[in-house]
């Protein structure tokens, strides 16, 4: 069994994403970093401690090869956090399918699709482990003037989704 923890951060090219990377390396942790360019952000480089992944999140292939690099480079899986998000603003009438479909491609497969493969991991290394997923406190309350109603359903499906994994029909708690 790893004696090092190994934390998965999706989003994690940029912003809150690429502060969690440096915050957990500097903890000690084996760093599994992805986003659609992170080898070509210029931010971070492959070392010891830290693996890249390029990949866009709502693709199944990309979380695979995420998980994949954990279990291969670093011998586990204990922490992920979905980071990666899309945030489109404007009026409701003004959203069209193709906008959806990016929305619940990024916000919502791509929280599946990496959580699906932690959680069975996690299970398998029985040693139990953490899955955060960063939401957006407007998903709960809206601003008036801030026009980004369908990018809230889409950030917000992993609230729901959480409460349910916490009571699976395996009496496991997941969430
Ligand atoms: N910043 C805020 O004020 C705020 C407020 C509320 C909630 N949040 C949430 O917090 C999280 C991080 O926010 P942030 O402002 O730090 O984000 P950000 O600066 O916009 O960065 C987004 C990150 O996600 C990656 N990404 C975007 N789409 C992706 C995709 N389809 N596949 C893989 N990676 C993708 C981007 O890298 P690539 O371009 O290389 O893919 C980038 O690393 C998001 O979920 C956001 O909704 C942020």
Do not use: C
Request: overall charge positive; cysteine-free; hydrophobic content about 40%.
């Amino acid at each position: 069994m790893a004696t090092q923890k190994t934390i998965l951060i999706t989003g994690a090219s940029q912003g809150i994403g690429a502060g969690l990377v440096n915050t957990f390396l500097e903890r000690g942790y084996n760093v599994v970093a992805t986003s659609r360019r992170i080898t070509g952000s210029g931010r971070f480089r492959e070392a010891g401690h830290l693996a890249l992944v390029d990949g866009d999140i709502g693709e199944a292939a990309t979380a695979a090869k995420v998980a994949q690099t954990a279990i291969s480079r670093f011998g586990s899986i204990d922490a992920l956090v979905n980071n990666a998000g899309l945030f489109l603003t404007k009026p409701f009438l003004e959203f069209t399918p193709d906008d959806m479909r990016k929305l619940s491609s990024t916000n919502i497969d791509g929280f599946i699709h990496l959580t699906q493969l932690a959680i069975k991991q996690m299970l398998a290394q029985k040693s139990g482990g953490s899955i955060v997923s960063i939401t957006t406190s407007l998903a709960d309350h809206p601003i008036a003037g801030v026009n980004a109603s369908l990018s809230m359903v889409t950030k917000a499906a992993s609230t729901p989704s959480r409460r349910a994994l916490r009571w699976s029909s395996s009496r496991r708690r997941y969430g």
